[in-house]
């Protein structure tokens, strides 16, 4: 997901987790009591505990995605500043030969 | 033009791609040697905030400027795309730092290189290669270790993974595209050498280490925000 950011499925990807962790987190506080059967059940113990790693889960994930996103960014601003730094090259040494 | 009297090849056959950023109290050596010695020479000015265009400018060299500072790896992408555009009748291209680290012997030398071997599109410096290297022992203590680890991760047999020195033919040039925009860009050359087959070989190279060159040089901290970045590529 991180390597193919501008691909429309990491973007999709990227939305989607979004979407299920605001679903989750908004869920847990409605209903702790179902979070702890949850949590039982996949053996983690505590409610509270399982809240703790889906949240670290997503705090990895958020960063991993801001970084990509940055570095995307980052990316295609050098491309413009490049772009920009040609035309005034070639208009300043070869502009005749354009 | 000044012939080079190891190769066949001349200087002017060579293109010089100087990336700078804020190196106007050195800059002005570096191009005039090159430019002395015949070679093109181009340095991109990346968004210095000192005179180190027009100094480079005054010096001989054509200079083309980012209005904001990227980094090396897009510098020498810039000048890559320059060199392929046709404006400079050379068949090679050559990146070339502008602290002074660099020798004008060591290019000459890998020049000749070319004339061995007709389908070698890049030549690689290596300050290891050389005998009477002045390595501090940290920096080779870091640079061989990494050096040995681009077996693993590139397949490459390189003794210097981090060689700012490197002479390519233009075929060469057409198969790079660095995308990294920093001081990581020497890990993406060896990743693309061996993702386009591109034929290379090392050749000894001189580096002076200078207080003013150790000064601009990059710490060995880095090396961990170089492998940082890569994880996000």
Known sequence: MIRNYDRIIGKVTARLGFVIATIS??????????????AQALGVGRGTDLVTYFSAIC???????????????????????????????????????? | MIENVKSKYISGDV?????????????EVTISELVGLGYHVLCIDDGSDDPTGAIAESAGAYVVRHSVNLGQG??????????????FDVKFVATFDADGQHSVHSLADMLTCFD?????????????????????FQKRVVLKFAAYLARFTYGLRVTDRHNGLRLLRLSAVEKIDLKVLGYGHADEFLKLIKRQKISYCESPVEITYSDYSKSK??????SFRVVFDRMFQ
């Open chain 2, 74 to 87: 897009a510098s020498l992408q810039t000048g890559f795309d320059i060199a392929l555009k046709g404006h």
């Open chain 2, 116 to 136: 061995e071997n007709p389908d070698l599109e890049i030549v690689l410096g290596s300050r290891f290669l050389q005998k009477d290297n002045s390595v501090p």
């Open chain 1, 25 to 38: 987190f908004v869920f847990a506080a409605l209903d702790p009591g179902a979070v702890s059967k949850i």
């Open chain 1, 59 to 98: 705090l990895v994930g958020l960063s991993a995605i801001s970084i990509a996103k940055f570095r995307h960014l980052e990316y295609r601003n050098a491309q413009l500043v490049r772009r920009v730094a040609l035309v005034e090259f070639e208009s300043k040494y070869f502009a005749d030969e354009r």
């Open chain 2, 15 to 27: 293109l010089c791609i100087v990336p700078a950023m804020n190196e106007a109290t050195v800059i």
């Open chain 2, 217 to 222: 040089g990059q710490p060995l901290i880095n």
